[in-house]
Each structure stands twice: as structure tokens, then as C-alpha cells.
């Protein structure tokens, strides 16, 4: 089995701060994703990269950056942190076409 | 354009009732459907998926799952149901040609009386 680690757990900042959030998996797989899930709500879909070096952008990838450097790693910066972005932001990873994919625990994001 | 649509927000049933939760997709294609699980506190687990083949998929804790075509659905089911399934489901699609990105609907929060 393998593993997917985000950090931090909960990230606090202010309106208009960049904020960076990580995520590491031992999985080896190919894809990783980011998704927002606001309160009662679905998750949508940040950015994704099908491979190293790879990005492309979701639904909501407005107002956010990503990078992938790495196989195992996948980084999310919200570019300036506003109010109405504070939710719990997801990091999946999977194989490649029509696989589950596996879930972080999650980044929670508070903006004062 | 897909989507996924979860009518029920809420669903409530006593122990031992056969659960259904209701999901339905719009794709112009062949959809890949999935069911995911999201415990109290917790990430999203998978359920269980449809690629093509059979249209009742089993998946893990006894659900299972009907592709139907004909309406756009994606039901999930499991009898009895127990109180530890409590939580909020999710169903998602992934459209063909490999694209990787899943739609997910709004979920559908379980609750089971003992």
C-alpha cells in the first residue's frame, strides 16, 4: 500500500497572502490532482498533472498556480488568498485513465 | 460538457433497510462512473466503478452499483444497511478519451439509525 501526505493540515493566512500547499505520495503513480471541497458541498477540480513537468488546468484553476517537479510530489499556491476561497483542499493521486483515485487527509485553509 | 447530479442531500434510514442513492450523469459519451465514500472526519475512500461490461458493479462493504443507460444513472445500493455506512457519498465521472478528470456530484449525506 502507499500513502498521501499533505502539508500543512491547517493553513491560516491573510486576504491577499500567497499561500503554498504540498503534497507527497509513495504510490508511484502517474497522476495527481488538487481539488477544493467547500463546506456541503462537491470537490472541483484545481489542477492536474498526467505526469512530472506535466500541468493542466482544471475547472476552478483561477486564482491558483501549481508545480510538479517531481513524480511524487504536487504543489498548490493560491496566488492571493481571499475569503471566499477558505475550504479543505484535496491532493489524489492515481495510475493513469479510468483508475480510483486515492485522497489525502486534506489542507484546511483559513483566510483572515 | 458532463456533469453529475446527486438529488438527495440527505438521506435517512433505519438499520437494516435496503439504501439507494440516486446519481445521474450527463455525457455525450460513454461515461466511466465511480462512487466514492467521505467517513465523518475523513478523506474520500473509493467505492467502486463502472468501466464497461457488467452493469451491476460490486465494490468494497457490500455496495453495489447499476449502470443504466437508458435514464443516465448510476444508483448505489446495499442491503441491509448498518450504521457504520453513515457518511457522505459521492458519485463522479470521468468522461472517455482518457482524460483523467473527474466530475464530481454535489454528494449525498447517509445517515442510518440504529
Known amino acids: 500500500g502507499g500513502i498521501i501526505t499533505q502539508t500543512p493540515k491547517f493553513l491560516i493566512g491573510q486576504e491577499g497572502q500567497k499561500l503554498t500547499l504540498k503534497c507527497q505520495q509513495n504510490f508511484n503513480h502517474d497522476t495527481m490532482y488538487w481539488y477544493r471541497q467547500d463546506s456541503g458541498k462537491g470537490l472541483r477540480l484545481i489542477y492536474y498533472?498526467?505526469?512530472?513537468?506535466?500541468?493542466q488546468k482544471g475547472d476552478l484553476s483561477e486564482g491558483y498556480d501549481a508545480s510538479r517537479e517531481k513524480k511524487s510530489s504536487f504543489s498548490l499556491t493560491v496566488t492571493s488568498a481571499q475569503k471566499n476561497e477558505m475550504a479543505v483542499f484535496l491532493c489524489?493521486?492515481?495510475?493513469?485513465?479510468?483508475?480510483?483515485?486515492?485522497f489525502g487527509p486534506g489542507t484546511r485553509l483559513t483566510v483572515l | 460538457a458532463q456533469s453529475v447530479d446527486q438529488p438527495d442531500a440527505h438521506v435517512t434510514l433505519s438499520e437494516g433497510a435496503s439504501l439507494e442513492l440516486r446519481c445521474s450523469y450527463s455525457?455525450?459519451?460513454?461515461?466511466?462512473l465511480f462512487w466514492y465514500v467521505q467517513y465523518p472526519g475523513q478523506s474520500l475512500q473509493f467505492l467502486l466503478k463502472y468501466i464497461t461490461g457488467d452493469t451491476v458493479v460490486k465494490g468494497t462493504k457490500g455496495f453495489e452499483a447499476e449502470f443504466r443507460k437508458s435514464n443516465s444513472s448510476f444508483n448505489l445500493k446495499k442491503s441491509p444497511a448498518h450504521w457504520s455506512d453513515s457518511a457522505k457519498y459521492f458519485c463522479?465521472?470521468?468522461?472517455?478519451?482518457?482524460?483523467?478528470?473527474?466530475?464530481f456530484g454535489q454528494g449525498t449525506v447517509l445517515s442510518v439509525i440504529p
Open positions: 498533472s498526467i505526469t512530472e513537468n506535466d500541468l
Open positions: 463522479a465521472l470521468e468522461g472517455t478519451g482518457g482524460n483523467n478528470k473527474l466530475t
Open positions: 455525457y455525450s459519451a460513454a461515461p466511466y
Open positions: 489524489a493521486s492515481s495510475w493513469l485513465f479510468y483508475a480510483e483515485q486515492f
